[in-house]
């Protein structure tokens, strides 16, 4: 995949997933504006990218605030003369469950990933149309997103509305040829780590370099960084240029192509439905096979769950 030529941001590139994108897009010949709030880390990473023969440089902003989005776009015009590809993965965390979860902790994650996702993409489309050649916008959301997570209500709302948001710019950036995709990474991270049943296999990995065992890896979707940074390599080039509106998943040895909501089941009551005919008709009609919620709990191998 050669991406030689075209010039990308990677928002909250100092290290797990963002560097993984930043320093892949590099490696295909994109230049990259490596951002993150720690100038150490975003420094660490431009550095990694230039002495490996790649161009990069560094730039520190919060993401979330309209003046750093305009900030991250004139740093690629300026160092690199235009811009093509915007990866919006920065992001918080700041997991509560509903009762305990206080207005800062709901603001300061629906800020760094909805608005910053916001805030990021308009100041790129807005570069990308004014070029005429077309882009991709590259929006990071989540399993929680697409099936909520317990303790994750802000999380989950953001990343939710961050698919909705790639369904509505892919419409309204068609005539730019600009694509607009979200993508749902799985992938061994600090985060990931937090999970019971994967932290010991994880951590055996990093200390002895022993791969992620075959059921880790397909039935669940999960591997490293690296694995998923191939998606967005092949999302910023020429071989996507069909591919936009959509959630596409990948981790480990999976890829998937997530579906969007739809009308399940339908029914119809002449002159519209009461209370107690929706009642009456529920089990055996609309409500008869309900949808499943929340991220589905791993799956590991010799391991007894809660039903068996």
Not at 68 to 86: I, N, P, Q, Y
Not at 131 to 138: E, K, S, V
Request: hydrophobic fraction near 50%; glycine fraction near 12%.
């Amino acid at each position: 995949m050669d991406l030689s030529g075209k010039v990308a941001v990677v928002t909250g590139a100092g290290r797990g997933l963002g560097r993984a994108y930043a320093e892949a897009l590099a490696a295909a010949g994109a230049a990259v504006i490596v951002n993150d709030l720690d100038g150490d880390s975003a420094a660490g990473v431009a550095d990694g990218i230039i002495a490996a023969g790649g161009r990069a440089a560094a730039v520190v902003a919060p993401v979330g605030p309209t003046e750093a989005a305009e900030r991250l776009v004139a740093a690629a015009v300026k160092e690199f003369g235009r811009l093509d590809v915007m990866v919006t993965n920065a992001g918080i965390l700041r997991d509560r469950v509903l009762w305990k979860m206080s207005d800062e902790d709901f603001d300061a994650v629906i800020d760094v990933h909805l608005r910053g996702t916001f805030t990021c993409a308009r100041a790129a489309a807005v570069r990308m149309r004014e070029q005429g050649t077309g882009g991709r916008l590259i929006l990071v959301a989540s399993p929680a997103g697409q099936r909520g997570n317990f303790g994750q209500t802000n999380y989950a709302a953001a990343k939710a509305g961050i698919v909705a948001m790639a369904r509505t710019w892919a419409m309204e950036l068609a005539r730019a040829n600009i694509t607009v995709n979200a993508i749902v990474p799985v992938a061994a991270t600090e985060m990931t780590k937090t999970i019971p049943a994967f932290a010991p296999i994880i951590e055996e990995s990093e200390r002895t370099g022993r791969p992620f065992p075959e059921w880790l890896r397909r039935d669940e979707g999960l591997g490293t960084v690296e694995d998923v940074a191939s998606l967005v390599v092949f999302l910023a080039s020429d071989a996507s240029a069909e591919v936009t509106g959509q959630a596409i998943g990948i981790g480990g040895d999976r890829l998937a192509l997530w579906s969007h909501p739809d009308e399940k089941a339908v029914a119809y009551a002449d002159g519209g439905w009461t209370a107690d005919a929706i009642a009456a008709s529920w089990r055996t009609g609309v409500g008869a096979d309900l949808e499943t919620y929340g991220v589905p709990a791993p799956k590991v191998p010799g391991q007894k769950t809660a039903e068996s």
